[in-house]
């Protein structure tokens, strides 16, 4: 079977550098409509960012605009997971968290508050067992 060449992880500094890229246009990013006119704004913005990402550091491997929107998405879910488990060992909150997911709750400020409400969700079901 023939396949496309897996590319290398990313690095801690190439996570926080698409972070940094992303900010400008996270309003846009995180609209959740389906408009045609939405859609294509949001993949004018990733092709601009992936210019841009590439552009930033000739030591790495080029990377697609379509790499680097997976990676955003994954490093949103990750943050989440993070902030679950963190309430969940209700350890000192912000000490132990990744580089990566403080950038992101900076940027989306509604993470923390999806915990909660799944947290909350999560203590309802519990009690009507």
Known sequence: MVGKARSSNFT???????????KPYVKILEEHTNKHSVIVEKN????????????IGVDRPPRTAQGL???????????????????ETQSDFKSNISEPTKKVMEMI???????LVRDRNHIQSSFGS
């Open 12 to 22: 801690l500094s190439e996570k926080l550098d698409l972070l940094k890229l992303v």
């Open 44 to 55: 004018r913005c990733w092709d601009i960012i992936a210019v841009n990402y590439n552009a």
């Open 69 to 87: 929107r997976t990676l955003y998405k994954r490093l949103k879910e990750y943050a989440k997971q993070e902030l679950l488990q963190q309430k």
């Open 109 to 115: 400020p509604q993470i923390s508050s999806f915990c």
